[in-house]
């Protein structure tokens, strides 16, 4: 049984929390979730890969029991691609590898591409990296991010919604149905707090509903990640990202193109969006393979 405990962070705004499991000198590998979701999206996984590292799992801002950003702050892949450099940088981290699931895998691409020193390996859980938007669309999508955030704070009455225990379940699961009951219920070990005598609110900040500022047009999306140095692995669910978000095929397909021109690994699995938290064995032995072959194999071992 892995070493489990409870991370805490301090930023100029609060906390992050996590938890980190593994050894203490074990080779750090950083685990980014995806929206909406909080650290307790890898519990399932992190128990079937390698003992030898030490795997740091994130509540990102807003999420879970991270605190939420400062009044007028926005929530986009840049801010969060800048937590993970101040939590590297908290835990002494020069190198690490990443894993990142949907939001916290584009987070995790953009991360590696503008600090490909130190980064070691990067796993990408269905998810394409750095996903670029139409051209003719972007000032159109970065104006309606800003409208929303304006008009959100006007509201004095954005109050959170209090549910039962067992309401709360049910609620994620129609807002997520790739989850399965079990994961929702592990999501929620941390994705709610409870309201003195009435229920339970969910933790997450309700701005990061709201559309990502940070939008790149498909040029700009590749070079960014051809400054990628470290081996990338992408896992892609048969029904997960594509069947929810239907992308461009020219987009995703030159994105693939160019993971494979770099002679990154592309894999697809059977299942959807959150494969890795409902059956994660399917996705298990390819992150342990990887990162035995580009990281133990090679390490020294990197103290975190």
Request: proline share 6%; hydrophobic share 40%; charged share 25%.
């Given at each position: 049984m892995q070493a489990v405990s409870e991370l805490s962070v301090s930023v100029p705004w609060g906390h992050f929390r996590g938890k980190v499991w593994g050894p203490d000198h074990g080779c750090p590998v950083l685990c980014l979730h995806g929206w909406a979701d909080n650290c307790g999206s890898f519990n399932t996984l992190i128990p079937l890969l390698p003992k030898e590292c030490r795997y740091v799992t994130l509540d990102l801002a807003g999420h879970g029991r991270s605190s939420h950003r400062p009044p007028g702050s926005f929530y986009s892949s840049l801010e969060y691609v800048a937590d993970v450099r101040r939590v590297a940088d908290a835990l002494h981290l020069r190198r690490f590898s990443l894993i990142g699931h949907s939001m916290g895998a584009d987070v995790a691409a953009m991360f590696s591409a503008l600090?490909?020193?130190?980064?070691?390996?990067?796993?990408?859980?269905?998810?394409?990296?750095?996903?670029?938007?139409?051209t003719k669309e972007i000032s159109k999508v970065m104006r309606q991010a800003m409208d929303k955030m304006i008009q959100f704070e006007k509201k004095t009455d954005a109050k959170k919604k209090?549910?039962?225990?067992?309401?709360?379940?049910?609620?994620?699961?129609?807002?997520?149905?790739?989850?399965?009951e079990q994961s929702a219920r592990i999501l929620l070990e941390r994705g709610l707090v409870q309201v003195e005598g009435a229920g339970f609110m969910f933790s997450r900040d309700l701005r990061v509903n709201l559309k990502n500022t940070l939008c790149l047009s498909l040029e700009q999306s590749l070079e960014m990640q051809s400054r990628i140095q470290a081996p990338v692995l992408v896992i892609l669910a048969e029904e997960g990202f594509n069947k929810i978000f239907p992308e461009p095929e020219t987009f995703t397909s030159a994105i693939l193109?160019?993971?494979?021109?770099?002679?990154?690994?592309?894999v697809t699995v059977p299942g959807d969006h959150h494969i890795h938290l409902n059956k994660p064995e399917v996705v298990a032995t390819f992150v342990s393979e990887f990162l035995w072959a580009k990281v133990l194999s090679l390490s020294t071992h990197h103290k975190l």
């Open positions: 600090y490909p020193e130190m980064v070691d390996a990067v796993i990408l859980l269905d998810s394409y990296g750095i996903l670029p938007k139409d209090v549910y039962t225990y067992e309401a709360a379940v049910q609620r994620l699961l129609t807002a997520t149905p790739t989850l399965s193109r160019s993971f494979r021109d770099k002679n990154h690994k592309v």
